[in-house]
């Protein structure tokens, strides 16, 4: 029978989605397994084969542990809000939801084609009311909370405020933004909008004024993942520094459980490390410094306070409060010049401009409180206001950023410690340094000095020694329409949750997508956007009195809000009282493989962390982290083809101007190759070529050719003939038709293109389709080869030849079962050879598939269904286990070959087969016989022999004795079951 993938992969797809064989069951009293892929964005470009690559694997290991006997959750959803939908609904004026169902349609018939077994009836999409519901739910719960240090954990806001009527902040460790005191009097005499101002100062959910990165054409708060070069990602609009009133989470309060919970996790050592490094935490001192003729104080936190007495001059953020208090009126244009230029840059690319160095002076000096010297005050775009206290005191001598500064700026380096080599110019930061320019701290070695440095700023009173992170808190909310509704009114100016009762808050409809005349965020556009305190519901805006009737927050969540406790909703995707029923959250506990990119691991896993520890702290879940083992998919690239050309002009000597109009020429890869080795004469006579018999005269007569550098433009790869790098010209200038009066330069008349393996993406014209792949190969070989192309976090080129080879392989599995075109398997015992095959296939497998090595599983497939084809194999008790094997890979072709079989269920849920190790003993042993360390012969004998039995046999043999010519051999080595080794 003919191998038709098409028939047999819509055949199963059906069935199983009829049956719903992947349907997840609530049985808790089997073991469970938790699968998950990181939430993906449907956007309106579809899947490219790239995508699935994390998909395939995960659904392999989903499979393998139905097998196994595990109850597998296996899920699948979207991350549905986002500011693609919102920009396309901006420039064409149609709502995002209905672009987004459009998306997730498409989406949907891609991922179902390839035959991932997913339990569909969990889908869940963050931009569903009933879903978001619960993501609102989740922000008044953190708005209703506050971190106690004292137990390490999120409390109610209840028990802050019974602290606050018994002691007011006597005796209160609280993670804040700023150290406030009051007695339980001065609380209990507080008006209620004070109380609420001082609790915003505590809430795990609070708004604040942060300096945020704003994009005015797109109208909206950029996170810094989505800021590159000061420009957008999205668009690529100049992105600037503001300072706004802002949503915020407190993920600093957080900061060293989540170091801490990194220890526990299964994860590449790489991701760890970004998070460890983004957290950033580090000890030291905080330390006050005097400002001359001025009564403010700058504060500083340090982590070599034993440097103190090399400090020569202090640097604050440009958006530092102080700037504005301190900056004499002589210095006032240059610091506003400045502060409006650092405005332009994103924090991360302050950060990271680690070389070039700029400021400006203030005017204004402090005093160092150990040397009494006068150091003078700049700004600087390499002090952060988010980090430590958005100022540092400068010790040129021992920190690189500030040697460069004291460099440009010509301030005094002065050196306080020396090592075993002397402190070079360039020599920064040293720990086994020594301090000895000091009486204070001379010989003392660097925790020595550190310490003595510490206790003697607290004597002074001056700070005190502290742990510092340079993780912030997370800026929760953007000026978008198309995100999740903040559930927040005001009353006289401050904010109030909405009752859980009244979630979802629904996004209101619009007339349009920007932002309002006066500014205000798109819901401001919305005439029913109000809440009615009275009458607890949603009214029209015009109704506003201020009594009962309150504005509702404008802003919307971000993008990460709804995809930080996804993998909570998918254990109980339906339930309207709560996000999941506890007794499912306990059964399903964390994700036990959580497969997706490396770019996520300062963004998502951070927050998702975050979120799921608090809801632990309040008692919703069990446990700390979400996601127990993690496996970052390498990326699939895509092979780019470029077109090179040249544009010529014949130009006057005198005048330089053009007298004929540009010509383009479409140069091949020889002649390209040619010009790059700088025979321009190429170039020039090539473009003779295209001159009329008048112009070519000219250049005689006072006329040049100008040529310009040689460009690339990228090919959509679909505009070459075949698999082949042969362009199809009349196509490329029908795609390009600024091109249509192009001249080509042809090789044996073809144009030949350039290949470049990179990123595979829509905008470099690189992209596959999996649905063609599907089409032509199958999904099963689709499936089989994306594995096959290499270690699953290691990135790899795709090329679609190689379909071919693995489209084959899946024939003769096929073919296995068949006998000239007609099902024939047989009952009779297989032998111990068959045997052989198998359960060597089974142990390279389940050792294969629990290490994530898939593309060697492959090649064992091909290795045992070449071995069985050869002696002809078509035993029941050898091809029913194979295909139980392979059906984690390729689902389809097992699934049809299990039901010829006669088996009346899916081939999901049978057991995985058992290894046993009898069948792969050897009864018998080639050994290769050396003589004076030359192969000689090999001879076959039984498994069962001694060492000393295989030396008696070699010795006898005939072809031995040869050899031997009567002498006795002076050593003998028998390495049993390997080889024998003789000297004569």
């Excluded at 995508?51 to 499979?63: E, F, K, N, V």
């Excluded at 903040?486 to 007339?511: F, N, R």
């Excluded at 090789?747 to 063609?772: A, C, F, H, L, Q």
């Excluded at 070699?954 to 050593?971: A, C, F, N, R, S």
């Amino acid at each position: 029978m003919f191998y038709d993938h098409q028939q047999i992969e819509k055949k199963w797809q059906k069935y199983w989605e009829e049956n719903q064989t992947y349907k997840t069951s609530d049985n808790t009293d089997k073991p469970k397994f938790y699968v998950l892929d990181m939430f993906p964005y449907p956007s309106g470009a579809g899947l490219h084969v790239g995508h699935p690559l994390g998909y395939i694997a995960s659904d392999i290991y989903a499979r393998y542990k139905r097998h196994q006997g595990f109850n597998v959750l296996h899920p699948v959803g979207y991350d549905s809000f986002g500011l693609p939908a919102e920009q396309y609904a901006i420039q064409t004026g149609q709502h995002p939801a209905i672009t987004t169902e459009q998306n997730i349609t498409r989406y949907e018939e891609q991922l179902r084609k390839i035959g991932f077994s997913f339990d569909w009836s969990r889908e869940v999409r963050t931009s569903d009311a009933s879903y978001y519901k619960w993501t609102q739910w989740i922000f008044i719960e953190l708005f209703h909370s506050w971190y106690n240090k004292d137990t390490d954990k999120a409390e109610s806001i209840s028990t802050l405020i019974k602290h606050f009527e018994e002691k007011g902040t006597a005796d209160l460790n609280a993670n804040q933004n700023e150290e406030l005191n009051f007695t339980a009097e001065e609380w209990k005499e507080a008006s209620e909008i004070d109380k609420e101002d001082i609790l915003l100062n505590y809430r795990l959910a609070y708004r604040a004024e942060t300096t945020v990165n704003w994009c005015p054409a797109l109208g909206t708060v950029l996170a810094n993942d989505e800021v590159k070069d000061g420009k957008s990602e999205r668009g690529g609009f100049p992105v600037y520094q503001k300072k706004m009133m802002q949503w915020s989470m407190r993920i600093s309060a957080y900061s060293e459980r989540l170091l801490q919970g990194l220890k526990t996790l299964d994860w590449p050592q790489p991701l760890k490390d970004s998070q460890e490094y983004w957290i950033g935490k580090s000890q030291g001192a905080q330390v006050q410094f005097t400002v001359e003729g001025h009564d403010e104080i700058v504060e500083v936190f340090t982590t070599r306070p034993d440097t103190i007495f090399g400090a020569t001059f202090m640097v604050l953020a440009p958006e530092n409060p102080l700037v504005e208090t301190i900056t004499t009126a002589e210095q006032k244009a240059e610091v506003e010049n400045y502060i409006e230029e650092t405005s332009k840059k994103t924090e991360r690319d302050r950060m990271s401009d680690v070389k070039n160095v700029s400021g400006a002076f203030t005017g204004t000096y402090a005093i160092n409180p150990f040397s009494n010297e006068r150091m003078p005050i700049y700004i600087s775009d390499y002090v952060l206001m988010g980090y430590g206290t958005g100022a540092v005191m400068a010790v040129p001598a021992h920190d690189e950023r500030d040697h460069r500064f004291a460099k440009k700026f010509n301030l005094e380096i002065k050196k306080v410690v020396e090592t075993d080599e002397d402190v070079q110019e360039k020599s920064f930061d040293s720990k086994d340094s020594v301090c000895v320019n000091s009486d204070f701290l001379n010989g003392l070695n660097y925790n020595d000095a550190k310490a003595l440095i510490i206790d003697a700023i607290e004597k002074k009173r001056i700070g005190h020694g502290t742990t510092n992170y340079r993780q912030r808190d997370a800026i929760f909310s953007r000026q978008r329409y198309w995100g999740e509704p903040i559930p927040i009114y005001y009353k006289d100016g401050m904010p109030y949750t909405l009752p859980t009762s009244a979630l979802p808050l629904e996004l209101p409809e619009v007339e349009k997508y920007l932002p309002t005349e006066d500014g205000d965020p798109p819901l401001g556009n919305s005439k029913t956007f109000a809440w009615d305190e009275a009458n607890q519901k949603v009214v029209a805006t015009d109704l506003i009195d201020d009594k009962t009737v309150f504005p509702l927050e404008l802003s919307t969540m971000p993008g990460w809000a709804g995809s930080s406790w996804y993998f909570l909703r998918y254990m109980d995707p339906n339930n309207g009282e709560v996000f999941a029923n506890k007794k499912m959250s306990d059964y399903w506990g964390q994700v036990d493989l959580y497969i997706g990119g490396s770019e996520h691991a300062t963004g998502h896993l951070l927050y998702s962390r975050f979120w799921n520890m608090f809801l632990k702290d309040r008692g919703y879940i069990n446990n700390d982290e979400p996601f127990q083992k993690l496996i970052n998919q390498g990326m699939i690239l895509g092979m780019s083809a470029f077109v090179h050309f040249v544009f010529f002009s014949l130009i006057e000597k005198e005048s330089k101007n053009v007298i004929i109009d540009r010509k383009i020429i479409l140069i091949s890869k020889s002649s390209y190759i040619k010009a790059l080795s700088g025979d321009n004469n190429e170039l020039i006579d090539i473009s003779k070529n295209y001159l009329t018999a008048e112009q070519n005269n000219d250049l005689n007569e006072g006329k040049f050719i100008l040529i310009t550098p040689i460009q690339k433009v990228p090919v959509d790869i679909s505009l070459l003939k075949g698999t082949s790098d042969e362009l199809d010209t009349e196509a490329f200038k029908a795609w390009r038709p600024d091109y249509a009066d192009a001249e080509f330069i042809l090789e044996d008349g073809k144009y030949i293109t350039d290949r470049e393996v990179e990123k595979m993406s829509k905008s470099k014209y690189n992209v596959v389709n999996p649905d063609d792949i599907c089409e032509e190969y199958g999904a099963d070989g689709l499936r089989l080869y994306e594995m096959f192309l290499g270690p699953l976090e290691q990135s790899k080129p795709w090329n679609t030849q190689g379909l071919s080879g693995v489209y084959g392989f899946l024939k003769k599995f096929w073919n296995l079962y068949f006998n000239e075109g007609v099902f024939e398997v047989s009952d009779e015992e297989p032998t111990k050879a068959e045997y052989k095959v198998l359960h060597t296939l089974i142990k390279k497998v389940v050792y294969d598939i629990e290490n994530f090595s898939f593309n060697t599983s492959v090649s064992s497939f091909m290795i045992a269904v070449n071995e069985l084809q050869k002696i002809k194999c078509n035993k029941r008790n050898i091809l029913e286990p194979l295909a139980v094997i392979i059906s984690p890979y390729a689902p389809h072709i097992c699934e049809e070959l299990w039901s010829l079989l006669g088996n009346k269920e899916s081939v999901e849920f049978e057991k995985f087969p058992v290894l046993n190790e009898d069948y792969l003993v050897e009864d018998e042993i080639q050994y290769p016989v050396s003589v004076n360390g030359k192969m000689k012969f090999k001879i076959s004998l039984s498994a069962q022999f001694s060492a000393k039995e295989v030396e008696d046999v070699v010795l006898q043999d005939e072809k031995m004795q040869q050899i031997l010519e009567g002498k006795t051999p002076k050593k003998i080595i028998v390495v049993h079951h390997r080889i024998v080794n003789i000297v004569i």
